[in-house]
């Protein structure tokens, strides 16, 4: 670990090499609150990645923008996929999101020091894609220089790419986006009333693909409905969290993951087995990322209008994804008011998020003007059958931005990004129209 440097407010906290890559780590203090800088600051860190041979060049920045909403930057073992790519000419910045891995974790430690939910609610409020693109300002100006950088959007990175774009493209050189043009009319109702059919479909294809599991989840679910199945950290097992693990269904490997899940489910006494209980508990914890559960319908907020469990009221219009239907049908991407009691994890967060849910006022995310008389180039994969983030959405956004160019596939599903040939098609898209902006 590298000597601690201290300058300007900005500090570099340990420099090393991992083979292929020579890191520096950073930890810069921003407002709690950007629009009330009176409420504290907490810390938001950054890791800097550049080829050691030219590390010492002045390179163009790049910064990964995590999917989430509440990820944190990748932890790269390799130059493998997109970050091979743009290490031979670029300085890649991973930046963990505000409440984050090292960037001032919120977790349920955090959640129980506060004395009401009215507070623990606003303080949430300000862990959403305006806070998250100020911080990245404050990185781009105090740390990395002030010359533009461009940005690579993963998911949820796609919306805090148009709220970039709508606040401050003077930062921006380029935008790639994978899997994450959000619609500009922020609807948390819409989104889910076209999710519930996709994932409809992939839970479809899971059983075509492997037709025996549809008895033996039933089995499985036969024996969670009587209610005394603990998981490992003394959690009751329902049959609703066990479906929540549909989330997976949406990446590539996911039916596979969730076949061999299944495949030893059962110990040879008929009781689930060990084995099952603990990766089920690592799968529907949200011990990593509470805070994917805690602001999933928060981010459509945008002007005026509750998201009030809006997965939750879609999924009453389905009954086909009844705990007692058969086949039983797994969930995705949706997070409902039960997990807030169910899952130990989040139980902190439950009143705070039942604040958040409704809630009626919420700043605004986009400027449409803006995005229509965008000038940074834009590219970005559109994945046919996304089962996260649909792909019409993502079309209409298109159409409505300046700049942006689409590139369909249904070569990938929404972890495409993991391949290299997707940044490499989002590059050669950009440079065909003649490059990213350039500082005069």
Known sequence: MGQKEESGGMTVTATYTIPGMRVRDHVVDVPLDWSDPDR??????????????????????????????GGKGPRPLGRDGWLGVALRDHRVILVDQRGTGRSSRVDGRRMRAFATDREAARFLACFRADSIVADHEHLRKTVFGGGRWSTLGQSYGGFLTLTYLSTAPEGLSACYVAGGLPGLDPSAAEVYRRTYPRVEAKNREFYRRYPHQADHVARIADRLAEGDVLLPDGDVLTVRRLQTLGIDFGMKPGFERMHW????????????????????????????????????????????????????????????FAEGARPLLFTGEMMYPWMFEEIAELRPFRGAVELLATREEWPGLY??????A????????????????????????????????????????????????????????????GGGVIDA
């Open 261 to 320: 899940l299944l495949d030893e489910a059962f110990a040879g006494d008929g009781w689930l087995s060990a084995t099952f209980l603990h990766q089920v508990l690592a799968r529907s914890s949200y011990a990593d990322n509470p805070l994917f559960a805690v602001l999933q319908e928060s981010i459509y907020g945008h002007g005026r209008g509750a998201s009030a469990w809006a997965a939750q009221a879609e999924r009453a219009r389905h009954p086909q």
């Open 374 to 433: 965008n000038e940074v180039p834009v590219a970005a994969a559109v994945y046919h059958d996304d089962m996260y983030v649909d792909a019409g959405l993502q079309l209409d956004t298109a159409s409505r931005v300046g700049n942006v160019q689409t590139w369909v596939t249904n070569e990938y599903e929404h972890d495409g990004i993991g391949d290299d040939r997707v940044f490499t098609r989002l590059t050669e898209l950009v440079r065909a129209r």
């Open 40 to 69: 504290g600051a907490i810390q938001v860190f950054a890791r800097e990645i550049a080829d050691p041979v030219r590390d010492r060049e002045d390179l163009p920045c790049l910064v990964y923008l995590q999917g989430g909403p």
């Open 367 to 372: 400027d449409l003007d803006r995005l229509a």
